[in-house]
């Protein structure tokens, strides 16, 4: 044996004595785990489902929107049911129930799940249109569904929120993570979110589990609605800590909501960098304190001190 097997067969050697240690990362279950590139592909095809005049299937060359979505249809429901047979066996309820029953059960909460599609279409609907009127560089609605990072956060978001709320484990949060990988967009399936639902530029942003956001909202980048506190650990499990967001409120860049007690009230303007962990009053606009801004410059180059007047006066401005 070579000496570049032999370092092989000590490292084997060595892996397989540490996986007998029994820690989480050793576990080796006896099921299946979810498949992240058939979830993954999944959202995919559902998006062409979504937008069906945007995007297609290439693989499927057929020319008529029926079949067309039949057979795109018919995909989703083999992986999907194939994906939630196997999650369901994290839940205690199914740990030792027969593949008969897990494949039922997978097939009936596929198809409550597709049930919900056309009432997800008409949400995403309603977030094309805020992000059109909510966004003059937007050239047209067809760019915001090709281009907008927020729209395909905010989509990927609606059909896991559905999910998640038929008790799908698992699924949901690999979809949404997924979509935070791609747009720097973090929004959990659990958050409920209301109509006309824009998100401008997005990066940065986080939305937590039990956060409840109205309708015609509009957040910019680099906002996070969380949670106060998370020291408790799994004893903050199904406990509200994260905010409410009422309908027509506006959320600029950098601010933060935290708590699970604290509401931003209807018609509310949150300013850019505020730090909120208390109720904000309907109408109310709430903005931090202008810094002060500090001028230095060379001996070798000095400024006029009416230039220096004229520059606080216009950094005041803004």
Do not use: C
Not at 14 to 23: C, F, Q
Not at 37 to 63: A, C, D, W
Not at 79 to 85: A, E, G, Y
Request: proline share 4%; no cysteine.
């Amino acid at each position: 044996m070579s000496d570049d097997n032999l370092r092989i067969s000590h490292v084997v050697d060595s892996l397989l004595v540490d996986y007998r240690k029994g820690r989480t990362i050793d576990k080796i279950i006896a099921f299946d785990h979810p498949k992240k590139e058939s979830i993954i592909r999944m959202i995919y095809q559902l998006q062409n489902i979504i937008f069906p005049g945007y995007f297609k299937n290439n693989t499927f060359k057929v020319y008529t929107i029926k079949n067309n979505i039949s057979m795109q249809l018919e995909d989703v429901i083999f992986n999907l049911s194939k994906q939630i047979t196997v999650v369901l066996r994290y839940l205690p309820e199914y740990e030792e129930a027969s593949q008969d029953k897990l494949e039922d059960k997978a097939m009936e909460l596929t198809f409550s799940f597709l049930d919900r599609l056309p009432a997800v279409r008409e949400l995403i609907e309603t977030d094309v249109e805020a992000a059109f009127s909510g966004d003059p560089a937007a050239f047209n609605r067809e760019e915001i569904i090709f281009s907008y990072p927020g729209l395909f956060a905010i989509m990927v978001n609606r059909l896991a929120h559905e999910l998640h709320l038929l008790g799908v484990p698992l699924i949901p949060r690999i979809m949404t993570e997924y979509a935070h990988s791609q747009t720097g967009i973090d929004i959990h399936p659990g958050a409920t979110i209301g109509r006309y639902f824009f998100i401008d530029h997005g990066t940065g942003i986080v939305i937590g589990e039990t956060t409840v956001i109205g309708d015609n909202v509009k957040i910019y980048q680099g906002v996070t609605l969380g949670a106060l506190s998370t020291r408790g650990g799994q004893q903050l499990k199904s406990v509200r800590r994260h905010p409410t967001i009422e309908d027509n409120v506006t959320i600029y860049s950098g601010a933060s909501i935290l708590g699970g007690e604290t509401v931003v009230g209807k018609n509310a303007v949150i300013g850019g960098n505020a730090f909120i962990t208390r109720s904000v009053p309907e109408g109310a606009r709430v903005s931090i304190k202008n810094p002060e801004l500090r001028f230095k410059y060379s001996s070798d180059s000095p400024v006029q001190k009416t230039d220096l007047e004229q520059m606080e006066n216009w950094f005041y401005i803004i």
